[in-house]
């Protein structure tokens, strides 16, 4: 069975730090991954998405792919509270189904 | 319309009745997904629709919910005689194509609570 495990968290960082968070997968086929933002009470929205080896950098966020490791991470540089929420990894593969994990909560205290 | 949209935002239904929840995906977009999430937990993925490609029901908990979509446009989940377990949040999310690459952009959502 296909899944992305996450850590719960919360993961709580001071305002200006570096958050890390981090996803493991278990379907090798596994092509695609994103990164989900999820807000309280409101549905996903993409933040980052990476295909191939190494680290994706898009303004505060970098994506980071390991597929010798299945490993996918994403850091959130000078981190603001607005950025207090769930992060949802999600891998696909050939199935073009994806799979979620649990999603790790973001706490960014001023 | 710009994005995804869902109806009802909210419902609220006695066990044992039927709900239909409905979903427009972004125009132009082939793929659609079905997913339910419960309180605290992650995205449940339930059916698939790509183009007029016969739709995959694998995640379907059970024969009580089905699923329904017109050529490219709305999608339609049933939920037949409800349970308290079927209460959560159903998202729909639509791409433009099922190639694994495509970002899924992600409805509003409908809560259902089942009393």
């Given at each position: 069975q296909k899944e992305v495990e996450q850590n719960s968290g919360p993961l709580s960082v001071p305002e200006g730090a570096i958050a890390s968070l981090n996803c493991t997968y278990?379907?090798?086929?596994?092509?695609s991954f994103f990164w989900y933002r999820q807000y309280s009470g409101k549905s996903p929205e993409l933040i980052m998405f990476i295909y191939s080896n190494g680290d994706k950098e898009d303004g505060r966020f970098t994506a980071q792919l390991n597929k010798a490791s299945q490993y996918v991470s994403l850091l959130i540089r000078d981190?603001?509270?607005?950025?207090?929420a769930t992060y949802l990894c999600a891998a696909s593969g050939g199935s073009y189904i994806p799979t979620f994990g649990r999603g790790t909560s973001l706490i960014v205290h001023p | 319309g710009a994005g995804v949209s869902q109806s009802p935002s909210n419902k609220v239904t006695e066990k044992g009745k039927d709900v239909e929840l409905r979903c427009d995906p972004i125009s132009g977009h082939t793929a659609l997904y079905w997913y339910r999430q419960r309180l605290g937990q992650g995205l449940e993925f339930l059916i698939y629709f790509q183009g007029?490609?016969?739709?995959?029901?694998?995640?379907?908990?059970?024969?009580r919910f089905s699923a329904e979509r017109t050529g490219e446009s709305v999608s339609t989940l049933t939920i037949q005689r409800?349970?308290?377990?079927?209460?959560a949040v159903y998202l729909c999310a639509s791409s433009?194509?099922?190639?694994?690459r495509d970002t899924q952009y992600f409805g509003p959502g409908t809560r259902l609570t089942v009393l």
């Amino acid at each position: 069975q296909k899944e992305v495990e996450q850590n719960s968290g919360p993961l709580s960082v001071p305002e200006g730090a570096i958050a890390s968070l981090n996803c493991t997968y278990s379907d090798r086929g596994s092509q695609s991954f994103f990164w989900y933002r999820q807000y309280s009470g409101k549905s996903p929205e993409l933040i980052m998405f990476i295909y191939s080896n190494g680290d994706k950098e898009d303004g505060r966020f970098t994506a980071q792919l390991n597929k010798a490791s299945q490993y996918v991470s994403l850091l959130i540089r000078d981190s603001q509270p607005s950025d207090s929420a769930t992060y949802l990894c999600a891998a696909s593969g050939g199935s073009y189904i994806p799979t979620f994990g649990r999603g790790t909560s973001l706490i960014v205290h001023p | 319309g710009a994005g995804v949209s869902q109806s009802p935002s909210n419902k609220v239904t006695e066990k044992g009745k039927d709900v239909e929840l409905r979903c427009d995906p972004i125009s132009g977009h082939t793929a659609l997904y079905w997913y339910r999430q419960r309180l605290g937990q992650g995205l449940e993925f339930l059916i698939y629709f790509q183009g007029n490609s016969a739709p995959d029901k694998s995640g379907l908990p059970s024969d009580r919910f089905s699923a329904e979509r017109t050529g490219e446009s709305v999608s339609t989940l049933t939920i037949q005689r409800t349970q308290q377990e079927d209460s959560a949040v159903y998202l729909c999310a639509s791409s433009l194509a099922a190639l694994g690459r495509d970002t899924q952009y992600f409805g509003p959502g409908t809560r259902l609570t089942v009393l």
